[in-house]
């Protein structure tokens, strides 16, 4: 099984600032890793698969990187409503469908 | 629009058995695969079941396997999963998901229900 490590578990930053997060997996999952966002009470909203490919309705201030074992998620610049919690996924080996354990994204 | 909504959660015991719904709308529901994915009270996700878009082809996680089911009705576009033996640590919001494109079973999960919260208490 596939594990997948995010880091760091929390960041504390402003509005405005730029946001990196990262996810690291055990083995290589080539691209195959996405990105989902979770706001307090709601469902996860998919926010980038395929390690860079932005989902339909997703702002450009998100963006993907990497291969392999190593992804970055990066906010370019921190809008209020992006403050919440953001996970990882893995699709290269399945099952399981392996999430990370999260990020978490506060207002300093 | 897209419309998944879960219902079938409550209050259960340990031991005993619960079934969860998923009222899918909104678009064509026998040719997507579809995901259960579950979260503990203040912890992160997890992944359940994969059920194919013909109900050919099931996995499970190994928390569950042996004890939870998951099948289709595709004449009823509902998603169930049958959940037998429950044990505390199932205690979770359970969220059926969608994946993103038709045919598949290894693909992002772009639609997500709001969630059913199970409780597994005596």
């Known amino acids: 099984e596939i594990v997948l490590t995010q880091s760091p578990a929390t960041l504390s930053l402003s509005p405005g600032e730029r946001a990196t997060l990262s996810c690291r997996a055990s083995?290589?999952?080539?691209?195959?890793l996405a990105w989902y966002q979770q706001k307090p009470g709601q469902a996860p909203r998919l926010l980038i698969y395929?390690?860079?490919n932005r989902a339909t309705g997703i702002p450009a201030r998100f963006s993907g990187s990497g291969s392999g074992t190593d992804f970055t998620l990066t906010i370019s610049s921190l809008e209020p409503e992006d403050f919440a919690v953001y996970y990882c996924?893995?699709?290269?080996?399945?099952?399981?469908?392996?999430f990370g354990g999260g990020t978490k994204v506060e207002i300093k | 629009q897209v419309q998944l909504v879960e219902s079938g959660g409550g209050v259960v015991q340990p031991g005993r058995s619960l079934r969860l719904s998923c009222a899918a709308s909104?678009?064509?529901?026998?040719?997507?695969?579809m995901h259960w994915v579950r979260q503990a009270p203040g912890k992160g996700l997890e992944w359940v079941a994969i059920?194919?878009?013909?109900?050919?082809?099931?996995y499970y996680a190994d928390s569950v396997k042996g004890r939870f089911t998951i099948s289709r009705d595709n004449s009823k576009n509902t998603l169930y999963l049958q959940m037998d033996n429950l044990r505390r640590d199932d205690t979770a919001v359970y969220f059926c998901?969608?994946?993103?494109?038709?045919?598949?079973?290894?693909?992002?999960?772009?639609?997500w229900g709001q969630g059913t919260l199970v409780t597994v208490s005596s």
């Open positions: 059920i194919s878009y013909d109900g050919s082809i099931k």
């Open positions: 083995q290589s999952v080539s691209s195959y």
């Open positions: 395929d390690a860079s």
């Open positions: 909104g678009f064509s529901f026998s040719t997507y695969a």
């Open positions: 996924q893995q699709r290269s080996a399945w099952p399981p469908h392996t």
């Open positions: 998901a969608r994946e993103k494109f038709e045919f598949g079973g290894a693909n992002p999960f772009d639609y």
